[in-house]
Nanobody
Framework: QVQLVESGGGLVQAGGSLRLSCAASGRAFSSYAMGWFRQAPGKEREFVAA????????YYADSMKGRFTVSRDNAKNTVYLRMNSLKPEDTAVYYC??????????????????WGQGTQVTVSS
């Protein structure tokens, strides 16, 4: 069992930056791949980025490449999402999730095993 708690969301102007954190408690955090997802009002939850258990491999949605960076610190049981050059369309609730299986670019959202409660990111124009 893994419990996930996101933090770091807030209100930022377009072009600004935020760093989200996802703190994990429970067993064997370092053995889980981790993903970030977001959900805007009236839209489906979508993939943002993911990172393998080792941190050596990362994946990004096309619209986030070059602007977002996912990283992790297994000693701190924490995964991060650095978001730069934010746009109003990045406004959403951001969720982190843990995956016990093998992470691939196309890993379906339904394969993730544990989810946090989300943190709101609002980008004003």
């Amino acid at each position: 069992q893994v419990q996930l708690v996101e933090s770091g969301g807030g209100l930022v102007q377009a072009g600004g930056s935020l760093r989200l954190s996802c703190a994990a408690s429970g067993r064997a955090f370092s053995s889980y791949a981790m993903g970030w997802f977001r959900q805007a009002p009236g839209k489906e939850r979508e993939f943002v980025a993911a990172i393998t258990w080792s941190g050596l491999t990362t994946y990004y949605a096309d619209s986030m490449k070059g602007r977002f960076t996912v990283s992790r610190d297994n000693a701190k049981n924490t995964v991060y999402l650095r978001m730069n050059s934010l746009k109003p369309e990045d406004t959403a609730v951001y969720y982190c999730a843990a995956l016990r299986g093998i992470l691939r670019q196309t890993t379906p959202i339904g394969k993730y095993d544990y989810w946090g409660q989300g943190t709101q990111v609002t980008v004003s124009s």
